[in-house]
């Protein structure tokens, strides 16, 4: 079946009804005259210029600082997504500016050590503010609120991305097993998720970034984990099984037999949907690489040290507070930990309700007179560090 071209009709594109809406911003983006950019390649631009986006590449993807250069850690996974959502959006007809720009952003919530750091944030953010923390959610609290970029007047801004980039950011959650995915009619407030995978994406091009995600990282994985030698030549063989291989299974042929089968079996009345073969397939490899990767006994030393770390840098900025008189706490503890408390204080210090705003424009999102705005703001921190600045601020915690 030939179905090149086929979504070209419901595309994120000036034609659909949705446009307005798709391309919707909080406020109007400066410009300069002259610019020949469509808003979904602004926002790519402006994605790709984030701290968020270039910290990736020392954030674990699954294995932990990886001694092997050809070990994937959360960038390399972040362009595999663009690239496989590239190749089915182009052929369906859909908008390849938008899908990059979606991949790009998808993961920027997550925070350092992979999703084992991410379970470590929803237990603290759980215990002390009593709601969980998720890297979609955080994804679109990092665009909306966090990332600042420098207008043309030199004055820090926040992104201001168009709806559909950040819908597709707090939509795209790949761990779901469902097939026949479709876009949803109404566009909602997006703080209003509680939970992911709460809403199907609001575009054809969010839908096929949901995909992707899920498609990147499961080949990857186990090309990775066979580098790392996690796999013993019995499980390979159960996978060749599971993949119907008679030599050891690779990344590119999964993504490829994947892929293909997307393109041919979606349909805008059907969705974007694997073959009935095809999702079995994507189904039991998933928990194979649950089984003999993901909850491997090698995993759990680093595991362990992750939950110390990251406690003992909350608990430290934590001890920080103390209302108005916090901006003198900071400097009364500042020279038992320097980097932790500076970086700490020129972070925040854009973002709360004190102090000179000289050159800042973003908004303010934190309340010195509230405490559990503080510790939401302590979170929002530990998310962005990359894996070696955490570890690097926990051994100045500890040394004496």
Same mark, same amino acid.
């Given at each position: 079946m030939n179905n090149?071209?086929?979504?070209?009709?419901?595309a994120a594109n000036e034609e659909n009804p949705n446009w307005s809406q798709m391309i919707k911003r909080e406020h109007e983006?400066?410009?300069?005259?002259?610019?020949?950019?469509?808003?979904?390649? @602004?926002?790519?631009?402006?994605? %790709?210029?984030?701290n968020a986006y270039n910290r990736l590449k020392h954030k674990t993807q699954v294995f932990f600082s990886p001694e092997n250069d050809h070990i994937s850690t959360r960038i390399d996974h972040v362009n595999y997504v663009e690239s496989i959502s590239y190749t089915i959006s182009n052929y369906l007809g859909l908008n390849s500016e938008l899908t990059r720009a979606i991949a790009c952003a998808h993961d920027l919530g997550h925070g350092p050590f992979g999703h084992k750091g991410e379970k470590i944030l929803s237990k603290i953010s759980q215990r002390e503010l009593g709601k969980t923390f998720w890297h979609e959610q955080n994804g679109l609290n990092i665009v909306d609120d966090i990332e600042l970029l420098d207008d043309y007047d030199g004055n820090k801004q926040n992104l201001n991305l168009t709806y559909a980039v950040r819908d597709g950011i707090i939509s795209h959650c790949g761990e779901i097993d469902e097939n026949s995915i479709k876009p @949803?009619?109404?566009?909602?407030? %997006?703080k209003k998720y509680t939970n992911p995978n709460k809403y199907a994406p609001f575009t054809w091009e969010g839908c096929i970034v949901k995909v992707s995600d899920k498609i990147s990282y499961l080949g990857r994985d186990i090309e990775d984990a066979i580098e790392e030698r996690f796999l013993t030549d019995d499980m390979l063989n159960e996978l060749a099984n599971i993949t119907g291989t008679s030599s050891r299974?690779?990344?590119?042929?999964?993504?490829?037999?994947?892929?293909?089968?997307i393109c041919e079996n979606s349909s805008p009345e059907e969705g974007i949907k694997l073959s009935k073969e095809a999702l079995e397939m994507m189904n039991k490899i998933k928990a194979f690489n649950y089984k003999y990767i993901y909850g491997a006994k090698r995993m759990i030393p680093s595991d362990r040290y992750f939950d110390v770390v990251i406690n003992q840098i909350f608990d430290i900025l934590k001890d920080t507070y103390d209302g108005k008189n916090t901006e003198k706490r900071m400097k009364e503890i500042e020279k038992y930990y320097p980097n932790l408390i500076s970086g700490f204080y020129g972070w925040i210090s854009k973002y709360w309700n004190i102090g000179n705003r000289v050159g800042l424009k973003?908004?303010?999102?934190?309340?010195?007179?509230?405490?559990?705005?503080?510790?939401?703001?302590?979170?929002?921190?530990?998310?962005?560090?990359?894996d070696k600045y955490a570890i690097d601020v926990y051994n100045e915690i500890i040394k004496f």
């Amino acid at each position: 079946m030939n179905n090149k071209y086929l979504f070209k009709s419901v595309a994120a594109n000036e034609e659909n009804p949705n446009w307005s809406q798709m391309i919707k911003r909080e406020h109007e983006l400066y410009s300069k005259p002259g610019d020949i950019r469509s808003p979904f390649e @602004r926002d790519f631009n402006r994605i %790709l210029h984030t701290n968020a986006y270039n910290r990736l590449k020392h954030k674990t993807q699954v294995f932990f600082s990886p001694e092997n250069d050809h070990i994937s850690t959360r960038i390399d996974h972040v362009n595999y997504v663009e690239s496989i959502s590239y190749t089915i959006s182009n052929y369906l007809g859909l908008n390849s500016e938008l899908t990059r720009a979606i991949a790009c952003a998808h993961d920027l919530g997550h925070g350092p050590f992979g999703h084992k750091g991410e379970k470590i944030l929803s237990k603290i953010s759980q215990r002390e503010l009593g709601k969980t923390f998720w890297h979609e959610q955080n994804g679109l609290n990092i665009v909306d609120d966090i990332e600042l970029l420098d207008d043309y007047d030199g004055n820090k801004q926040n992104l201001n991305l168009t709806y559909a980039v950040r819908d597709g950011i707090i939509s795209h959650c790949g761990e779901i097993d469902e097939n026949s995915i479709k876009p @949803r009619e109404d566009a909602i407030d %997006l703080k209003k998720y509680t939970n992911p995978n709460k809403y199907a994406p609001f575009t054809w091009e969010g839908c096929i970034v949901k995909v992707s995600d899920k498609i990147s990282y499961l080949g990857r994985d186990i090309e990775d984990a066979i580098e790392e030698r996690f796999l013993t030549d019995d499980m390979l063989n159960e996978l060749a099984n599971i993949t119907g291989t008679s030599s050891r299974t690779s990344n590119s042929s999964i993504i490829n037999t994947l892929v293909t089968d997307i393109c041919e079996n979606s349909s805008p009345e059907e969705g974007i949907k694997l073959s009935k073969e095809a999702l079995e397939m994507m189904n039991k490899i998933k928990a194979f690489n649950y089984k003999y990767i993901y909850g491997a006994k090698r995993m759990i030393p680093s595991d362990r040290y992750f939950d110390v770390v990251i406690n003992q840098i909350f608990d430290i900025l934590k001890d920080t507070y103390d209302g108005k008189n916090t901006e003198k706490r900071m400097k009364e503890i500042e020279k038992y930990y320097p980097n932790l408390i500076s970086g700490f204080y020129g972070w925040i210090s854009k973002y709360w309700n004190i102090g000179n705003r000289v050159g800042l424009k973003n908004k303010v999102i934190f309340d010195i007179n509230n405490k559990k705005d503080y510790i939401q703001a302590i979170i929002y921190y530990i998310s962005g560090m990359t894996d070696k600045y955490a570890i690097d601020v926990y051994n100045e915690i500890i040394k004496f």
